[in-house]
């Protein structure tokens, strides 16, 4: 049986209780009495049929499924803050919503933002970031950055670049790899959710993988800190890993082996054509952007 969304005022004093661990100081800072706190947390507790508090003697702390629900909680009410403010707001500023995942937002979209900001100073970015594809199936977005097959996410897409996979690890690590073959000398940290991994590199330079023992990760930046440890030799995905390599203090392996990857970054939406302004703005500049950082791709 669905339970329908329970009240916006409940959603905030939960919120804030959650946040203080305590109702006396969540009501402080909702200018309410404790007694109405705990009467709205206890109200909500009802529609939702699930405890969201354990009650102590001065404080209170989340149950599991109060910890489980807290996250949604709080985006969904910065959210609705963010873009109350954006429409409605004195500073009339617009604002604009967009998801990337993560090696994509970190490696690219930091290094160009401040000059979309600086051509742009109107528009405000809420970006959000994700790894696995159902993270891209919650909420409003004007604009995703995905990777991979763009039709499984948005009616329409724009290309923005592909990638390059080669070995990367600690230097004292790779001094010692002189040749393909020596990878297999050492653990090979992959990332699960990529089609382009290890055994597709091995194809590409023409390398049995027999003897090859494998660490799987859940994301490239997860990849490359583990390398930074010693762990084992990981992938780079450049470009848009190169800032994370740097940051970890890796190097290439093997320079010149490399393969070209078999998925790409998309940018997707819904309609081209019913796109509010500031997102317009944000796929010219994002496009231009990704031909001037890869001229080649």
């Known amino acids: 049986m669905a339970v329908s969304v329970p009240s916006l005022n409940w959603l ?8 203080c661990e305590s109702f006396a100081r969540a009501a402080a800072q909702l200018n309410m009495s404790a007694a109405a706190v705990s009467q709205q947390i206890r109200a909500l507790e009802e529609r939702l049929g699930a405890p969201l508090f354990e009650r102590h003697a001065h404080a209170v702390t989340l149950t ?39 090696i994509f937002a970190q490696g690219v979209l930091a290094r160009g933002y401040q000059g979309f900001t600086g051509a742009h100073p109107d528009i405000s970015l809420s970006l959000t970031t994700g790894n ?31 990638e390059r996979l080669f070995p990367v690890a600690r230097p004292e690590v790779a001094k010692v790899i002189t040749a393909p073959v020596d990878l297999l000398q050492h653990r090979l940290i992959d990332v699960a959710t990529h089609r382009a991994g290890w055994p597709y590199v091995f194809e590409r330079i023409g390398l049995l993988p027999g003897r090859a023992r ?54 997707v939406y819904p309609d081209r054509a019913g796109l509010r302004p500031p997102a317009r703005a944000f796929r010219d500049w994002l496009l231009d952007w990704c031909r001037r950082e890869n001229p080649s791709d």
Do not use: W
């Open 214 to 267: 494998y660490l799987y990760a859940d994301s490239t930046i997860m990849a490359m800190a583990l390398a930074a440890e010693g762990v084992g030799v990981a992938l780079a995905r450049a470009p848009a890993s190169d800032k994370a390599m740097r940051e970890a203090g890796l190097v290439p392996c093997l320079p010149g082996v490399t393969a070209e990857g078999r998925e790409a970054y998309h940018l």
């Open 64 to 102: 599991e499924v109060g910890r489980s629900y807290l996250p949604s909680v709080q985006q969904a009410l910065l959210t609705l803050e963010n873009a109350t403010d954006g429409l409605f707001g004195a500073a009339r500023a617009q604002q604009l919503f967009v998801q990337s995942v993560l």
């Open 12 to 19: 905030r004093v939960f919120e804030a209780a959650a946040r």
């Open 132 to 162: 696995l594809p159902y993270e891209f199936t919650r909420g409003f977005t004007d604009l995703q950055v995905i990777f991979g097959n763009p039709q499984a996410y948005g009616a329409e897409s724009d290309r923005l670049m592909g």
